[in-house]
């Protein structure tokens, strides 16, 4: 089981003080006692869930100079390709890396390439998503709580839905079931949702693929009937945008609360225009911190409970130290206190010309 999620301005305080601390000796790769610069690689998994690219390579990027100046930092994204990432994995082995930062495509199928690099004697930092194998450390937020957080959405907005009536019926968009994040978002989820509604459709969407929940809500729709979907959980905001596409492209109107996950660009401008009831933001600053501090560390050979309060015990029984964050619900109220006031986005990059209007009656302009 996870340990207590702590705040995140808590966890970067305690992680800034033990970085410093870590910093005053000399460690692996480090260039005071004669070594090469120390080299992180850096494995994202696909380049269509926009934060990985767009934040949280950037930021990890950055909070590793910070932390130290001289490391250099070998980035790869496997393009949702399970194959890809091993072999990327085998490549950093091979040039002897002093630590790897992995957001896994496949948890279970990236584990032999997990032993492998541990075996090496490359420390192995599960970013996000718990990685299979013997990990050295992982930074992540609760799954569970965000399902939470989109499971009693969702219930607020059919509670505020006078045509939802008492035979609430719902379908469920889950993850990719390779991502162990994903059970988590829906344990999470049904913990909530288990007696208040009729679960008409449940789907897990391979690879997390936008045009995958297109499909399966068109499915949706065709078996339960137009007019029979009083809300739909969509495990993250790209699951969220195929689904709301196929309501569209079905004429269902109007649209039911569609919950996300991720605070995506597109997702903050849907919840805006009302075509999106919510998304999950899970604050990209403090986990880059969280991840750039352990892969840190472990590229100097350093303990990671150094920098690590919290842990998390993996498939395979093991305790590792771990980094766990709080996740953030965010509706159109809200938008401006969250990802605006955090510096995610300008209200100028959200209100665009075709939801200006909204945006005023949301109080962004």
Known sequence: MMACIRGAAVAVAALSTAVALAACGAGKGNDAVGGDPPTIGLLLPDATTARWETQDRPLLEKEIEQRCADCV?????????????????????????????????????????????????????????????????????????????????????????????????????NGDPTDPNASSFKKGALSVLQGKVKIGKAYDTLQWRTENA???????????????????????????????SALRANKVTPLPPVTGQDAELGALRRIVAGDQYMTVYKPFAPEASGG??????????????????????????????????????VTADSIKDTVVKDGVYTIRQICTP???AACAEAGLT
């Open 292 to 329: 750039a501090a352990l892969a840190v560390a472990a590229a100097r050979g350093e303990k990671l409970d150094r920098v690590a309060e919290d842990k998390v015990t993996t498939s395979a029984g093991k305790v590792v130290p771990a980094v766990m964050l709080s996740p953030v619900s």
């Open 73 to 173: 930092v070998e980035h790869a994204n496997a393009k949702n390709d399970v194959a890809l990432q091993q072999e990327q994995m085998d490549s950093m082995v091979t040039k002897g890396v002093d630590a790897i930062v992995l957001v896994a495509v496949d948890a279970r199928s990236l584990g032999p390439a997990v032993r492998k690099a541990d075996q090496a004697g490359i420390p192995v930092i599960a970013y996000d998503r718990l990685a299979r194998g013997p990990i050295a450390g992982f930074v992540s937020f609760d799954g569970e709580e965000v399902g939470r957080l989109q499971g009693g959405a969702l219930l607020k907005a059919m509670d505020d839905d006078p045509d939802a009536g008492d035979d609430r019926q719902i379908v469920m968009m």
């Open 354 to 356: 075709e939801i200006e």
């Open 214 to 244: 297109n499909t399966n809500m068109a499915g949706a729709i065709s078996a339960l009937g137009v007019g029979n979907i009083h809300g739909v959980y969509a495990a993250n905001d790209g699951l969220a945008a195929g689904s709301i």
